[in-house]
């Protein structure tokens, strides 16, 4: 069902046939959802880019020779429109995505607005694609948060085999999380550092140029973070409701990718070997995993690719029925505009969006 390869074109679908829009086409992953678009060959016909009105009028590239010039979101009328990659910020997407969809567009939202209400399917293609039947009420998607993709991507045919009951994961996740302002202060407090210079962070809590902070988002009355918080009930909507998360989530001075250790429990007796040939087998997952200097792979390795990646498996001695392993994905492309493209393409493939008027 899921179409995990570049070029994507459905049965039946004429190149060229619907009218997308991407909300907030001017930030980190709305530029990486054109891209992604574009390479993929994801059928339209018109693509729109929207961004708030101090960007209207800028121009955006599109695939190798058409050029975008950004439009007002808070004048723009959805009407029309077949389906909109939302991710300007959570915000806006609660005015602007109902907004859509009730003009009869179907919205796939990246931000964290809409995740957890009961009535708007939060989908991963390669993990649970059949949610996606549940949108009809809402015309709203929900694109899961980008440490919980490549989490449940990799957990998925872990668990058809051996049933997981708690995971304890630590994520590495990379300052483009925090979008381009985070990208921003990396490089500028990085280069202050090499001249002995000192600037106040701004971004994130803490120094970030040559550290780590060990807090993303705000904390919640019993310590985690919202980023933790989010881990955990996301990935029990998403794969299993009796699955325990314990996540905790550090931010490292990396530019693009995010890294995650992570240690399950299963109910089941665990074979190292039958869970690694089930990752080799999976959709949307590249096992490299050897057991020598720099057999893995690294975050930086990872940027501009689409798998998710998985090494150091290995079988946890401390609990019963325990499995360990290191996971490393781009988080703009996998952790959101692949995967919302992703999203996409089963829609189309499974005639659960119309096809737009020749244009």
């Avoid at 121009?59 to 723009?76: A, C, H, I, K, M």
């Amino acid at each position: 069902m899921v179409q995990s390869g570049a070029g994507f074109m459905a049965a039946g679908t004429r190149r060229g046939g619907f009218k997308v829009a991407v909300v907030g086409a001017t930030g980190a992953v709305g530029r990486e959802m054109l891209k992604t678009l574009a390479e993929r060959e994801f059928p339209v016909g018109e693509v729109v880019a929207l961004a708030s009105g101090r960007s209207a009028g800028a121009e955006l590239s599109f695939g190798e020779d058409r050029v975008l010039t950004v439009r007002n979101l808070d004048t723009y009328d959805f009407q029309g429109t077949d389906l909109a990659l939302f991710s300007p910020g959570a915000a806006v997407s609660a005015v602007h995505a109902p907004r859509a969809a009730a003009a009869g567009c179907l919205v796939i939202d990246n931000t964290s607005q809409f995740r957890m209400e009961p009535d708007v399917p939060l989908v991963v293609p390669e993990v649970n694609p059949g949610a996606l039947t549940r949108h009809r009420k809402r015309r709203i998607i929900a694109n899961p948060n980008c440490s919980t993709i490549q989490l449940v991507v990799a957990l998925k045919p872990l668990h058809d085999l051996f049933r997981a009951r708690r995971v304890v994961v630590a994520t590495y996740q990379s300052v483009s999380g925090a979008g381009k302002e985070g990208m921003d202060e990396l490089y500028t407090h990085t280069k202050a550092g090499f001249v002995n210079d000192s600037l106040a962070p701004e971004i994130f809590t803490k120094e970030i140029a040559f550290n780590v902070i060990p807090q993303i988002d705000k904390f919640l009355d019993d310590g985690a973070t919202k980023e933790e918080w989010k881990m955990a009930v996301e990935t029990r909507k998403i794969l299993d409701p009796d699955i325990a998360v314990f996540a905790t989530c550090v931010r490292v001075p990396v530019f693009i990718g995010h890294a995650e250790a992570i240690s399950v429990e299963f109910e089941r007796p665990v074979d190292v070997a039958r869970a690694r040939e089930a990752l080799r087998r999976a959709p949307g997952i590249t096992l490299l995993d050897h057991r020598e200097d720099g057999g893995y792979v690294t975050p930086l390795e990872a940027q501009g690719e689409d798998a998710v990646y998985v090494s150091r498996l290995r079988r946890d001695p401390t609990v019963a029925n325990g499995l360990g392993f290191w996971c490393v994905a781009d988080n703009l492309r996998k952790g959101a505009a692949l995967n919302a493209v992703q999203i996409a393409e089963v829609l189309v493939a499974e005639g659960l969006i119309r096809e737009a008027a020749p244009a």
